[in-house]
């Protein structure tokens, strides 16, 4: 099980009729920062909390460090699962919500997070009711971060937090990682902000994996070509597309393959102007819905 | 992970299981908080209650330990925490923190003992604190009999009984929440509309009688010992189960709160409507004195004689007299005897009555008062045989004063003393006898001949 965090296999999760999760199956790296995208529905929350054993899956099979957390204690010591709103009761101070902490993780770094909230101008002597969204979401980001857990789940962590503290965030979220090196897994809307502390990635859709890769895969993974509509419509003949827009300005077509790959050439030399997709237009292009038509009928009678 | 050994990893469980539980115990304390004052403010109110009807003088005289509000408030309090079980497997406050179904389930139920054990001693210290009080009070009220405001028994006895009565209940509530997250919610809500359907059907068709069962779940007429081994053994089994079925559930769900109410309201609201109480359970129906009365003092073995000794007739008719208007007081609170006024009868007419052994003699300046009561036993219990043997009365000078002394108690019994000589008088007596009693104790009084003639003519001169 070396190298491997959290291994998933033909993981579902059904809620009634609804399928959040169809089949995952995945290895997740040890020692590295995994970015969970994928839009509203996708399935990322039900993901998490399969991982931190908080939500019971149908069917398939959850390792964690190479146990099932929902038995193994010592497994279980070694997950934090955080997202900006914890039920951790809204009438506690600040510092006995870090005694919790403190009591339930070994590894729990309570001096390290207290000198975080400090940086972020939090008072322990506050109760958790007082706190702004942001704030919230600063003591549950510092509270998992000091636990030092293999894994570390982050779900959407980062809502409503400044932009100023945000690149705190980001620097010591990065900088504490390569101290304290273990698997953190970050869902997040805001993909263009961090992906420069990512090191890998996984797609969700519709409760499906579309990929799991490393950053710098991902940025090689598709090429945008731009041109007027005949172009567009002349190069893209016969050729496979992830999406095409054909329309009489900003005809543009994304192909799976590197910027500096064959295909990108040849559309090069056929007049288009080429691109490379960054990692959120990638996730944009792939699960796109098909949904201009739909648009269109919002300013028709 | 794989390097721990077996035992290594269940001293991490037990660990688990202890960090969970101080976790829990720190979230909830404004609770407890809360519940204290909640109890302490139902002793307060039971004060002000007892003092108002003090000093209208309608009240107690003889206090016997807390009052009901307290009692009602504790039980309030458990009911609270029991229902508060719902989210055993899906307290989100708790599953938030490492751990496994198992150690979770397992703190929680920890942490939850812990405070019913809290609760516990609050009720015992509450006990105490009000009987210590009313000692105080009673230091200026002279007519205030607060001997058996406390014991140690009756503390020990009343904690246990609670500690064990909530651990009853809320093994109860788990198991039913436990099997409620196994159904699920649509086969959980068919499960309460059964539930109340053939409630229902045993009352009001099978004249189920509801008091009998609460009767048995309040352990009336049993003894400490059996009643305490009856609800830690249905706690064992439920607990079990409830172990057992959640561990099989495997995951953080919460039953609905709303569906055990409505079993609980549709239970005993249905059932109240046609519950007909035949007999009250709490009157002792023995009553022997209203048969023959012939052989009444020689038959029976709850009989107690008292010898009073008299130097010259003035003492012997003013004790005679004292005895025949009833007047045998408790020193402390001025209490009568709770005796029918005994009939006045010499030597000779006693015997010819029934009322004295043919070869009982009086000695010169002697008299004998003889207290008799029915010995038929209610529940096993011979509460009346008992109230008369440990009666005392005695005399000083010419006044006659009674007192009651304590016999044995039911933790005695609990702890394997035989259950028949083991009887506590006064618990008996505040359990079982809710109406006035005394018409079933008889008395009479045995004088010598010489001084009934000597007071039948002194009777004779001063009424000319």
């Known amino acids: ?301 | 992970m794989e390097g721990l050994n077996q035992n290594e990893r269940k001293r991490k469980w037990v660990s688990n299981v202890r960090k969970l539980a101080v976790i829990r115990l720190r979230q909830c304390r404004k609770l407890y908080l809360e519940a204290v004052l909640f109890l302490g403010l139902a002793v307060v109110l039971d004060f002000v209650n007892f003092f108002m009807k003090y000093q209208n003088n309608f009240g107690r005289k003889n206090i016997y330990g807390i009052g009901e509000l307290p009692l009602c408030a504790a039980i309030f309090l458990a009911a609270v925490f029991g229902l508060g079980s719902y989210n055993i497997l899906g307290d989100g406050r708790l599953s938030m923190y490492p751990g496994t179904v198992a150690s979770r389930f397992c703190a929680r139920l920890c942490s939850d003992y812990l405070v019913f054990l809290g609760a516990t001693v609050v009720y015992g210290g509450f006990y105490g604190i009000n009987s210590l009080i009313l000692h105080v009070f009673a230091r200026k009220e002279i007519y205030l009999d607060v001997r058996n405001t406390f014991s140690w028994n009756y503390l020990g006895a009343g904690m246990l009984q609670m500690f064990c009565a909530c651990l009853f209940m809320y093994s109860l509530l788990v198991l039913i929440y436990s099997f409620f997250t196994k159904i699920g919610i649509v086969f959980a809500s068919v499960f309460t509309v059964a539930v109340i359907i053939v409630a229902n059907v045993l009352i009001y068709i099978k004249k189920l009688n509801l008091y009998k069962v609460w009767d048995l779940l309040v352990g009336k007429g049993m003894a400490l010992g059996s009643y305490l081994a009856f609800l830690l053994s249905v706690w064992a089994v439920f607990t079990v189960l409830a172990f057992i079925i959640a561990f099989r559930v495997g995951n953080y769900r919460k039953a609905s709160c709303f569906l055990l109410w409505v079993v609980v309201a549709g239970v005993f609201l249905g059932g109240s409507s046609c519950i007909r109480p035949t007999k009250s359970v709490y009157v002792y129906e023995a009553s022997y004195f209203r048969g023959d009365e012939k052989y009444l003092f020689l038959d029976k073995d709850a009989k107690k004689d008292f010898l009073f000794q008299y130097t010259d007739f003035k003492q012997g008719k003013k004790i005679m007299e004292n005895i025949a208007n009833g007047k045998i007081l408790r020193r402390e609170d001025g209490d009568w005897i709770l005796v029918a006024t005994p009939r006045v009868l010499t030597e000779k007419e006693a015997k010819e009555e029934g009322c004295l052994e043919e070869g009982f003699s009086l000695k010169e300046n002697q008299m004998l008062y003889r207290v008799a009561a029915s010995d038929l036993a209610y529940k096993n219990r011979h509460i009346y045989e008992n109230m008369v043997k440990s009666l005392t009365i005695y005399q000083e000078g010419t006044d006659i004063f009674w007192e009651r002394e304590r016999c044995g108690n039911v933790i005695s019994s609990a702890f394997g003393m035989d259950y028949e000589k083991c009887q506590d008088t006064d618990y008996d007596i505040s359990r079982y006898l809710k109406r006035w009693w005394g018409d079933d104790f008889q008395s009479v009084l045995v004088v010598e001949d010489a001084l009934a003639k000597k007071w039948q003519q002194d009777n004779d001169n001063a009424m000319y």
């Open chain 1, 1 to 301: 099980m070396e190298g491997i965090a959290i291994q998933l296999d033909a993981v579902r999760k059904k809620y009634h009729n609804n399928t959040a999760l169809d089949g995952i199956t995945v290895n997740l790296h040890e020692n590295c920062i995994i970015g969970l995208i994928g839009a509203n529905g996708s399935g990322k929350t039900t993901l998490m909390k399969i991982c931190a054993g908080l939500e019971e899956k149908s069917s398939g099979k959850v390792l964690v460090c190479g146990a099932d957390i929902t038995k193994d204690i010592c497994a279980s010591e070694e997950v934090i699962y955080s997202m900006h709103d914890l039920p951790v009761g809204k009438l506690y101070r600040i510092s006995e919500l870090l005694k919790f902490y403190n009591t339930a993780y070994p590894h729990f770094d309570l001096a390290f997070c207290k000198k975080m909230l400090e940086i972020f101008g939090i008072s322990l002597k506050k109760t958790c009711r007082t706190l702004s969204q942001g704030q919230k979401s600063l003591v549950h980001f510092s509270c998992a971060t000091a636990t030092r857990c293999r894994v570390t789940l982050l779900d959407e962590p980062f809502i409503g937090i400044d932009i100023v503290n945000r690149e705190l965030v980001y620097e010591i979220l990065l900088r504490d990682f390569m101290e304290h090196p273990r698997a953190i897994i970050i869902s997040s809307h805001n993909l263009s902000e961090i992906e420069g502390i990512l090191s890998e990635m996984l797609l969700l859709h519709h409760g499906r994996i579309v990929f799991y890769q490393e950053m710098d895969a991902v940025r090689e993974m598709l090429f945008r070509a731009d041109g007027s509509r005949e172009e567009i419509q002349g190069f893209i003949e016969g050729k496979e597309t992830v999406c095409a827009r054909e329309k009489e300005i900003g005809s543009y077509a994304v192909f799976r393959g590197s910027v500096t790959g064959e295909a990108a050439q040849e559309a090069k030399a056929a007049g288009l102007t080429v691109s490379a997709v960054s990692p959120e237009d990638v996730s944009i292009y792939l699960t796109m819905p098909e949904k201009g038509k739909e648009l269109e009928s919002l300013w028709k009678d």
